[in-house]
């Protein structure tokens, strides 16, 4: 593994623990207002974030290894398919499936994605 591709990973984890600690901040807030119930779908809906955020470091990981063998672009093109189908499954599942809140889910989710972006904005400034 190559220095940049070290720096991803090391960003990224400390990225991921930020997500997670939101998502139980927010799976907290539905606990206390809503009950055990919204506060795990808010969970679940966190962990689809988290999710996305580990594929999302792991195929630019392996881009920045492949980079000089010209596949890196296929790797991040198949890698944002996979996260954007994956996301459906997983919020298809949730709601349909397991029947989970929509709001709570739909919350956890957005908050550890802002978490992600605005992590990842400071981190390039």
């Not at 398919?81 to 459906?88: E, G, P, S, T």
């Given at each position: 593994m190559n220095s940049a591709a070290r720096e991803i990973v090391a960003t990224t984890r400390r990225i991921i623990g930020l997500q997670?600690?939101?998502?139980?901040?927010?799976?907290?807030?539905f606990y206390v207002g809503k009950g055990n119930w919204e506060a795990l779908s808010a969970l679940y809906g966190g962990?689809?974030?988290?999710?996305?955020?580990?594929l999302l470091s792991r195929g630019v990981a392996r881009a920045s290894g492949a980079a000089r063998h010209s596949q890196?672009?296929?790797?991040?093109?198949?890698?944002?398919?996979?996260?954007?189908?994956?996301?459906?499954?997983?919020?298809?599942a949730g709601l349909g499936f397991l029947k989970l809140d929509p709001l709570a889910t739909v919350a956890g989710f957005i908050a550890a994605q802002l978490m992600y972006?605005?992590?990842?904005?400071?981190?390039n400034n």
């Open positions: 997670v600690g939101v998502s139980a901040l927010v799976a907290l807030g962990a689809i974030s988290v999710a996305v955020a580990f890196s672009m296929w790797i991040l093109y198949f890698g944002a398919a996979l996260r954007f189908l994956l996301v459906l499954v997983l919020f298809g972006v605005s992590s990842a904005r400071q981190t």
